[in-house]
């Protein structure tokens, strides 16, 4: 049991990694838009929300040019 996920291949766990890593980032921008929105900016939260849908759209334009 203590040998579970050796097979795994170094790739695929790098991916996760960088997945991972990029959720988190988003969590954290829209942790930082709502604080924003609460003050009263609601066209900031707007073009946030542009500038993330346009990174989400390279991140996955970068994973289907690795494949």
């Known amino acids: ?3 579970y ?9 790098a991916s996760l990694s960088r ?3 990029f959720v988190i980032a988003v969590i954290l921008l829209l942790a930082a838009l709502y ?3 609460i003050e009263g900016r609601p ?3 707007v073009i ?4 993330i849908g346009l990174l989400y759209t ?6 289907i040019y690795r494949s």
């Open 5 to 13: 996920g050796t097979n795994a291949s170094p790739r695929s766990s």
């Open 1 to 3: 049991m203590e040998n």
């Open 43 to 45: 066209m900031f939260f």
């Open 35 to 37: 604080s924003l929105a």
């Open 19 to 21: 997945i991972t890593k």
């Open 58 to 63: 390279l991140f996955r334009i970068a994973v």
């Open 48 to 51: 946030t929300a542009v500038i």
